[in-house]
């Protein structure tokens, strides 16, 4: 998979731009706040139909504009496709080959991309809510049966949530066991999938670590909650879950078990990442799951993702950037720095600079 052009329309800080990326490595540089990590949102946002640094899409406007227009050309195994869309204060259009879609499931797919900058660091130091994004971001372009599970496992989330809010305690406890078996069969589609994701995950994860780290340290991933080894196993686990925290979810005013609340367990030489990681042993982490999933995109999609490295190089030293350089041939790569010294990568690339919203093209 591959981006071949992109044009944008007040995003961001661009009034309008249009630019070609190579199949290669593609560097976009200049000086920090000029929009380089701005236009690599894009192409995530059309990748995902989310961005990966706001989860407003009236934020993504350019100031003193009333709408945005991103538009990209893009190729896979399957042919040609083109993908842009319309963002608007408060709702958005999103077309396919210039046919407008109703559902983001609808997006997912089409390009795949991974994205990779400093702050994912939270992946690793930060609570349950970012693994739980990573595995849900990550499966939602592999499988759309995924995505749908989770829209509608989240709907009835939020109505079970709100019964428990009701002051009428007898109702509540009337009602919940039927919320509770809608609950549980998106539930099992969730786990079981995740499941199966984190048993391509840890083993790849742990070979890219070994890489990045010349074998000196261990990396472990595993899901944090058991809930039987089929379908119909973890969703009897849930029912049961839920039914026992019945008192409990009530006090609360929210529902404590369930995909929603598990998390994906990391270990540095069988010791927990998120307590006491370092700085570089969390950013090699998370650089190492990152790398393990364009090879899961690669092996269920038949080709590779789009890469996007926002600003990544300042934070690695240059041993390790070469072992990442390396990792890079045939994957599209869209990465983002303030210098772009030859030396770094011992091969042509595209180089786009990039200054206030402008971009400008040259070869190196």
Known sequence: MRIKNLRLKNFRNYAEEEFSFDPGINVLYGRNAQGKTNCAEAVFYLCTGTSPRDKKDKHLIRA????????????????????????????????????????????????????FSPEELRLIQDGPDERRRFLNVSLSQTSRSYYTALVRYNKILE???????????????????????????????????????????????????AYLTDGAERLDVRAERNYGQTREEAEQTLLHDLSACYERDVRLGYTSVGPHRDDLKIFIDGTEARVYGSQGQARTAALA????????????????????????????DLARRRKLLARLDGVQTILTCTHTEKVLFGKSVNKIRIAEGKIRRGRA
């Open 64 to 115: 003193g504009a009333d709408s945005a227009h991103v538009f990209a050309e893009a190729e896979s195994r399957f042919g040609s496709v083109t993908i842009e869309a319309d963002i608007f204060e408060n709702r958005r259009e999103v077309r396919i080959n210039g046919a407008k879609i109703a559902r983001n499931a609808d997006l997912l797919g089409n390009v795949n991309g991974v994205f």
């Open 289 to 316: 799951l990152k790398l393990a999933e364009v090879e899961i995109f690669r092996r269920l999609s038949g080709e590779a993702p789009v890469l996007i490295l926002d600003d990544v190089m300042s934070e690695l």
């Open 159 to 209: 109505q079970r949530n709100a019964l428990l809010k009701e002051r009428d305690c007898s109702l509540v406890f009337e009602t919940l066991s039927v919320w509770d078996v809608q609950l549980c069969r998106y539930a099992a589609e969730l786990i079981c999938r995740r499941n199966d994701y984190i048993a391509m995950l840890a083993p790849l994860a742990a070979e890219q670590h």
